[in-house]
């Protein structure tokens, strides 16, 4: 997977570390999990400091560079004068991010049109982060994606949970998850009306929808990241786009039917 932040990013943003007290640099870095060792001053204690603990980043890793964003969140925010501000806005457009009205930092055009169903949770703080890392990997790293499309089938079915008043422990993992938020919501086949036209065809249906999240976790167990495989993955971008778009329909399955004002899980006795 190539870099994510650019040589030209990464100094603009160094530049402006010449501006932060160095216990203010620290507290960014370390406040994100990354650590420097010794290093030598060259152009300055500040801006050697803060290359110090660039050293430490693996540029073409997604969740440090999600944890760089952060950093650069807290600069912009907090030790940017508007100027300033608008300077670095313009080198994150070219880098392909934005800097919105919520102090965020998010590919400016994402590789997928967002989830439909979010506006009506409470929170979708756990949704959002598992589609920004999608967001972040599609083009480049196949692995990561699949990955990437378990979290945010299980991130959805503990929100499902969460919305509809479902306990559940942390103990609990995706194969137990996802069916516990399908049945909630009324879409196993057994909560398909048998007077419906169609019926048979929508169970069917629903039958499909589980497999689909079962099939993610097969795949990712397989062949996604996070488990220090001894060979390369053997997944493709098609492999990718197949994972997330099969997570997608699940989750949005899930959620449109979460905020149906006439959906069946409405009807039945608490």
Not at 6 to 12: D, N, T, W
Not at 66 to 84: G, I, K, N, P, Q
Request: net charge negative; aromatic share 6%; proline share 4%.
């Amino acid at each position: 997977m190539p870099d994510a932040i650019s040589g030209r990013l990464r100094g603009a943003f160094r530049d402006l570390a010449s501006s932060i007290v160095l216990r203010d640099i620290d507290r960014l870095w370390e406040g994100e999990g990354f650590a420097h060792g010794f290093y030598d001053e060259v152009g300055g204690q500040r801006v050697s400091l803060w290359r110090a603990y660039e050293a430490g980043v693996r540029w073409s890793d997604a969740d440090h560079v999600r944890r760089v964003l952060r950093v650069y969140e807290v600069v912009l925010s907090d030790h940017a004068d508007a100027a300033t501000q608008e300077r670095l806005k313009v080198a994150l457009q070219r880098d392909g991010y934005r800097y919105g009205d919520d102090h965020r930092i998010v590919p400016a055009a994402p590789a997928a049109v967002p989830l439909s169903g979010l506006s009506a949770l409470r929170s979708a703080e756990g949704i959002e982060e598992a589609f920004n890392r999608i967001a972040l990997l599609i083009d480049g790293d196949p692995a990561g994606v699949v990955s990437a499309s378990k979290e945010l089938i299980e991130a959805t079915a503990k929100t499902v949970l969460q919305e509809l008043g479902v306990d559940y422990t942390d103990r609990e993992d995706f194969s137990a998850l996802v069916p516990r938020a399908q049945q909630s919501l009324g879409l196993g086949a057994g909560g398909v009306d048998g007077s419906v036209d169609g019926a048979p065809s929508i169970r069917r249906i629903l039958g499909g929808l589980a497999s689909i999240a079962q099939g993610i976790d097969e795949l990712r167990n397989a062949e996604g990241g996070g488990h220090g495989r001894p060979r390369s993955t053997r997944l493709g971008a098609r492999h990718a786009r197949l994972a997330f778009n099969g997570a997608r329909t699940w989750c949005e399955i899930a959620l449109e039917t979460l905020s149906d004002p006439a959906a069946p899980w409405r009807s039945r006795p608490s």
